[in-house]
């Protein structure tokens, strides 16, 4: 193995918090932003370098619901299933999202351009059914406007 | 020209601050403010905060005809980056010329008002815009911010008088409101502390570090009657006491922003919009408290709100509210952002201290309190968002003020976000006591589409269903409850006819179930359980007996359950078997769905006398189920239809019937 200079991104995370178990999570944050999920070999590595067992670090990682272990598509979509969306079609979105990727079950198109997720309450009643694309809003999203929205996203 | 920012010692110097800051706002001739909350950017607020400085920037390049004195101009950009770029008559060391023609565009918190959306409002005017668009900046801009023209076409108009209204003031949704925490959104700019001293923002920390001892300061908090604003409505000044009274060698206080109840977006609104309300109040309690280090625990689908902290949080620091000897006193404090991590069991205390602490977000056992033993085993005051955001208006206010407000057992304010069903979705700040009539109706303009008020569910997944027959009741902690509901954070979900509440009932049980941490066994198989039987009930299958094992699970599971996800996660089967018991039997022993939404409970059907044939049902049905001839009645093949809605909707003759 060639000794590189550059410190590793898990140790990046670790020392922008100083270090300590009590930022297991902002740390696992930071790891899945850089490689858009939780890899195996970068957790084994916290594990070492925080001196936590792995279990520890897999405890956490099953837990909340944000963290993925599986590689995610290129671009996320996000379904508010949130009680307004919900009384007002969120369900038929996601039925409908599903028929245009061709995705019945599961998160991630095999292409790899989508991972689909439904989120509890994005907090943009007002604009109910929501569908958040890589961060973007897209209000009163019904499913006749689906493929359209996601044409945009290669 | 703007003073730099330095650290604001003592209260003179504040004053002295806030006068120059304020000075330097009347400068400006006109102020043209975007709403940038989340409602209003993703209907385009960014593209008009974008054309809108685009504008004003030119008058700096290009002065208007007629009006050469066009010279300094001051833009903020947006948030996405949160970097301020301004351009202004400072930008080459002059202050600005008396009678100088100012034009300042920036970017608020949100107005509330999101069904609008977006807004934008000029200053010194008033003019209140909605549904803006950035093809309409160079007219609000040449119009009413230089020539103080009013734009018609741009006023909100009610739907009922059919009258355009100047002013927020007008409107309705605005005139029974009483804005003391919102009383920042849509006027400053949250990316700016300067914009919150000018309004008098850290007054209140200088007289509470400088004129005031700790004790004082609770007494005054505990003497306003503000109670928790998270749900519990827990006596906020009583647990500061018990706080600073307990043992410790260090001291925590944490802002729960976790905001988990779907439907609610007070406290983002809040966090985004006025963020150093938050930080103020919370330097406030742990000042009162005896902390040194704070911590703001933000949901994970809120990256907006974290952003606005950070700026906030340094912002604080510069001018010395935040680091060392805050405001010259020798107290000390600092506060760091956690961002969630997408679990809703999160929000609750323990679970919050323990995510914090880098666990799993699993609740304890109650009999040891957090203010005793919270973060790290230490004494711990944990305050939701709006709880904080009250606490600086308090205490530059006064107990007595604060007091006044509201009903006997439950002072000032409380914003709500009222959505689903209703015509004015958006946030409302009410003087406790207001009647749900009043708040759905007068300011929520009432149900969409002219439809029937079915119930209003409050309190979010652990509040209850409240139907038509106790609209006059006042929102009040302890009224709410005693109707089976709760305040909760302030969700007020509007629910019409085509609502039906057994499924509504499930949703929420579905959530609970997937949400519970899964730590006591009562809350993951109890749910679960109660989860099944309702699919069953939906889903046509219901059995004889199945509300009855619906209300004993229900209160096992109240009784035994480790925390309050669990013990209050049968408030909205047991509020909607209460209300609404009618329902669930004809779902099991008809099974019928009267709502129409339970799918193999009811099935469209075209009234041949009503249908003209019009077609329009025909070609929005997606799988071809609906035939007939133009001008001819048409008919629903029942074995093809997906009940999916499409031609319920389609038809304006109200010829489709659900039966
Ligand atoms: C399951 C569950 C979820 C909760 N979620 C929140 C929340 O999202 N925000 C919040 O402020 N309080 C929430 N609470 C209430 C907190 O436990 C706590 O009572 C509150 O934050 C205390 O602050 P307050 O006294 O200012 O209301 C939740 C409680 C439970 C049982």
Known sequence: ?154 | MEPAPATVRNLEALEALQQTLLKNRKLANATIATCCGTGCVAKGAIDVFQALRQEVAKLRSAPVPGRRDVKSVKTLAHTGDSQHTSVSAAKNGRAPVPGTLRVVSKCTGCHGFCEYGPIVVVQPHNFFYTNVKKEDAPEIVAQSALEGKVIERLLYRNPVTRKRATRAEDIPFYQKQRRIVLSHNGVLDATDIRDYIAAGGYRALGKALRQMTPEAIIAEIENSGLRGRGGAGFPTGKKWAACRQARGDRRYVICNGDEGDPGAFMDRSILEGDPHSVLEGMIIGAFAIGASEGYIYVRNEYPLAVERLQTAIAQAKQYGFLGRDIFGSDFSFSIRINRGGGAFVCGESTALTASLEGRPGEPRMKYIRTVESGLWGMPTTLNNVETWANVPRIIHQGAAWYAAIGTAGSKGTKVFSLVGKVNNTGLVEVPMGMSLREIIFDIGGGVQEGRQFKAVQTGGPSGGCIPAAHLDCPVDFDELTKLGSMMGSGGMIVMDEDTCMVEVARYFTHFLAEESCGKCVPCREGLSQMLAILNRITQGQGQPRDLEHLEFLCHLIQNTALCGLGTSACNPVLSTLLYFRDEYRAHVELKKCPAGVCRNLFRYEIDPQRCKGCQRCLKDCAVGAITGKRKMPHVIDQQQCTKCGACFSACRLDAIQKI
């Open chain 1, 1 to 154: 193995m060639i000794a590189s200079a550059q410190p590793s991104s898990v140790a990046n995370a670790i020392q922008r918090y100083g270090g300590g178990v009590g930022f297991l999570i902002p740390i696992l944050q930071d790891i899945q932003r850089e490689y858009g999920y939780l890899p195996q070999p970068q957790l084994k590595e916290l594990s070492r370098r925080l001196g936590v067992p792995l279990s520890r670090v897999y405890n956490v990682a099953t837990f909340y619901k944000s963290f993925s272990l599986q590689p995610r598509g290129r671009h996320l979509i996000s379904v508010c299933t949130g009680t307004v969306c919900h009384l007002k079609g969120a369900v038929k979105l996601v039925e409908a999202i599903r028929g245009q990727l061709k995705l019945p079950t599961g998160e991630t198109t095999q292409d790899m351009r989508f991972s689909l997720e439904t989120v509890n309450c994005v907090g943009a009643c007002a604009l109910a059914p929501v569908l958040v694309v890589n961060g973007t809003y897209y209000a009163k999203a019904k499913p006749g406007k689906v493929a359209d929205i996601l044409k945009a996203y290669k």
